[in-house]
């Protein structure tokens, strides 16, 4: 089955320090990518997403590129703010030929980042 | 425009007792879903409803139930509470089928404690 495996965690950082949090995937196809945020006490936010190979999610500064041939989509950002401190999750959905549900997503375990000032 | 809102936020329940869990979702998404979320581990699917039909199940036993009402709002029941049923559960909306990589839009989720 489909299965997302990324860097176990926590991370600490220092504020403007560089960020990689690695995220490897199983699925047949061509599934779609996301990575989502969680502040404390709060549900999840979709960061950015890829939907295709090659594709680059963007969003606040942080960066993610669908690499089919190393099944990858690391989430990067050059420059780290205490506010981004939170717990990041990548996440898949089945491609549509696959017969899946594009609703049913499948989360990693996580990633705690916390960024000191 | 609200976002996807659950009720309660907090509940505390013991062995055996059942809950109900209640999501609505953003105006015009017709599609819900269900995920728990075990502390320190990443959401686990377990139900999508659209239409009010059950589109999707994960695997999960048979106290869980859910449903979707005609104004796709939806309830998440556990029967006969485990120790291991404590999680945070989420709720999630999408916009109707035609839209196959819209994101899924989750609610705060409510954190259930069994004692």
């Known amino acids: 089955g489909d299965s997302v495996t990324q860097m176990e965690g926590p991370v600490t950082l220092s504020e403007e320090a560089f960020l990689t949090i690695n995220c490897t995937y199983t699925?047949?196809?061509?599934?779609?990518l996301f990575w989502y945020v969680q502040y404390p006490g709060e549900g999840l936010q979709l960061l950015l997403k890829?939907?295709?190979?090659?594709d680059k999610g963007s969003n606040k500064g942080f960066e993610a590129t669908y690499r089919k041939e190393t099944t990858s989509f690391h989430l990067e950002k050059g420059s780290v703010q205490v506010s981004d401190s939170a717990v990041y999750f990548c996440?898949?959905?089945?491609?549509f030929g696959s017969g899946g549900s594009n609703y049913k997503l499948t989360f990693g375990k996580g990633t705690l980042l916390t960024v000191n000032p | 425009d609200a976002g996807v809102t659950q009720s309660p936020t907090h509940l505390i329940k013991t062995r055996g007792q059942h809950v109900t869990l209640r999501c609505s979702p953003i105006?015009?998404?017709?599609?819900v879903s269900w995920y728990q979320q075990v502390l320190g581990q990443g959401p686990q699917f377990i139900f999508q409803?659209?239409?009010?039909?059950?589109?999707g199940r994960g695997n999960f036993p048979d106290r869980f139930s859910a449903r979707q009402f005609p104004n796709y709002s939806s309830e998440l029941n556990v029967n006969a509470l485990l120790l291991g049923d404590s999680a945070l559960y989420l709720c999630?909306?999408?916009?109707?089928?035609?839209?196959?990589?819209?994101?899924?839009?989750f609610g705060n989720g409510t954190r259930l404690t069994v004692t």
């Open positions: 890829a939907t295709k190979a090659d």
């Open positions: 699925a047949t196809g061509y599934p779609s």
């Open positions: 996440a898949l959905s089945p491609s």
């Open positions: 409803y659209y239409e009010k039909e059950e589109r």
């Open positions: 105006s015009g998404h017709k599609s």
């Open positions: 999630a909306s999408s916009p109707p089928t035609g839209s196959y990589n819209s994101p899924l839009h």
